[in-house]
């Protein structure tokens, strides 16, 4: 008799360690997720210029964040704990750096681009003279009046934070707020709230892109085509998104 209740208080002292230990690991792992940080940071050269543009990614989130022209950047609401970024830029060496996000905190990371290419002269010069070409394209474009256009001097007279204040005017443009103050862009032509047009920068496809990732002052002229009506027949492509509308940034030339 005295074995029988011996084994059933073990039991119940087993069942009951088992309980706190199955509760102790579900708010564990309840922790981990809802404890979340914010990652800002500095992208500079080796001559301490900031780096704008700069795509930084995480493995976590979905879309990378860039550089603002203060070489700055901003990524919330991460979890806690590691975090692997990626730093990419055209011309530099890629960079990956394990940060240690603080729970309900902010860490900030300074961050150095170490440039790969070497600048000939003669590279340069026939870039300058193809972005020439395509920027009198533009005001050919821009003169038929089809589609629509926003050029250097109207960004100058407005000085923007942001592209995106740039389009509010834009019959048909419709900007969703999106992460960091940033806004997504769409036309209300196709009829589909979430369809992103396609971003030619240069002449040259992106992806992933939103009209906020160009900085202001880096912008030569903007183009705007709400569907498949007066996009160039080079940027119309086949197997495209250009019924969701196509959007084609021309930088600005240095020195010019």
Known sequence: MREREWKRRLAVVIGGASML??????????????????????VHDDEGKPIAGVEVSALERAAPVRTDTAGRFIIDSVNSGSLALRFRHLAFEPVVLNVEV????????????????????????????????????????????????????????????????????VPGAILT??????????????????????????????TGYNIDDMPPGDVEGIELYAGTTGVPPQYNRPFGNTECGTVLIWTRIPGV
């Open 102 to 169: 603080p729970p309900a905190d902010t860490a900030d990371v300074d961050v150095t681009l170490s440039i790969i290419a070497h600048r000939l002269t003669g590279v340069i010069v026939q870039e300058n003279a193809r972005q020439l070409r395509s920027l009198a394209d533009f005001n050919a474009r821009r003169k038929r009046g089809v589609g629509h256009f926003i050029t250097r001097y109207e960004i100058e007279q407005r000085h923007p934070m942001l592209l995106s204040d740039m389009v509010r005017m």
């Open 21 to 42: 230990a199955l509760r102790a690991a579900l708010m564990h792992a309840q922790g981990i997720h809802i404890i979340q940080g914010t990652v800002t940071g500095l």
């Open 177 to 206: 707020p999106s992460f960091g103050g940033r806004a997504f862009l769409h036309f209300a032509r196709n009829g589909r709230a979430r369809c992103p047009p396609q971003y030619f920068v240069d002449g040259i496809e992106v």
